[in-house]
Nanobody, 121 residues
């Protein structure tokens, strides 16, 4: 069973930085994409950033130029460096992996439990 555990969230002042991490454990045969989502109270979950197996990245418009997604395949870890944080970045941030547990399994989504990021003075 694939498990994802996020860490690195917390309270930060506007303009500050945080680095989120997500460690994947368990049986994983193929990782296709890894993504960061966020969900603010009363709002739908939105895609923040994604990274493919060959390192291609994409970002939501609201975070372009401020956030950077990266991954360390050897450590099975996904990162999100968040700079110039704004109050509107406040949300629970979720790590998502799209991949397959075995070579014969169909790829599916796996989710972490989320980590709270609060941007406030």
């Amino acid at each position: 069973q694939v498990q994802l555990v996020e860490s690195g969230g917390g309270l930060v002042q506007p303009g500050g930085s945080l680095r989120l991490s997500c460690v994947a454990s368990g049986s994983i045969s193929r990782i296709l994409t890894m993504n960061w989502y966020r969900q603010a109270p009363g709002k739908e979950r939105q895609l923040v950033a994604s990274i493919t197996n060959d390192g291609g990245t994409d970002y939501g418009d609201s975070v372009k130029g401020r956030f950077t997604i990266s991954r360390d395949n050897a450590k099975r870890t996904l990162y999100l460096q968040m700079n110039s944080l704004k109050p509107e970045d406040t949300a629970v941030y979720y790590c998502q992996l799209f991949g397959a547990a075995t070579i014969v399994s169909r790829a599916r989504d796996y989710w972490g439990q989320g980590t709270q990021v609060t941007v406030s003075s």
